[in-house]
């Protein structure tokens, strides 16, 4: 499976952004997708996920200002954030889980994209 994430950059408190992460080789709409961040210093942690059937997850901190979404027929996931802040800095990965679920865990996440920098300015 490759993942190609894309759609980070710089930018002000307050705006917003859309990630996007392309995948190929798997049949995409049965499996579990998430991105996940990892801050400097930080140890990486799922953000949002989307598991086969749609069910959504979201850390605290994102929870009403981040949105994550799929398109299975373009094999791709998407990461709205929106009211950025300072903390939502970090590299932002998209992975695939092995399974259809949502899980904390990495060991049940299988494939990784390159990782996109998200720097949020006050």
């Known amino acids: 499976v490759q993942l190609q994430a894309s759609g980070g950059g710089l930018v002000q408190a307050g705006a917003s952004l859309r990630l996007s992460c392309a995948a190929s080789?798997?049949?995409?709409?049965?499996?579990?997708m998430g991105w996940f961040r990892q801050a400097p210093g930080k140890e990486r942690e799922l953000v949002a996920g989307?598991?086969?059937?749609?069910?959504?997850y979201y850390v605290g901190s994102v929870k009403g200002r981040f949105t994550i979404s799929r398109d299975n027929a373009k094999n791709t996931v998407y990461l709205q954030m929106n009211t950025l802040k300072p903390e939502d800095t970090a590299v932002y990965y998209c992975?695939?889980?092995?399974?259809?679920?949502?899980?904390?865990?990495?060991?049940?996440?299988?494939?990784w994209g390159q990782g996109t920098q998200v720097t949020v300015s006050s």
């Open positions: 989307i598991s086969g059937e749609d069910r959504t």
């Open positions: 080789g798997r049949t995409f709409s049965s499996y579990g």
């Open positions: 992975a695939t889980s092995r399974y259809s679920g949502i899980y904390s865990l990495e060991s049940f996440w299988d494939s």
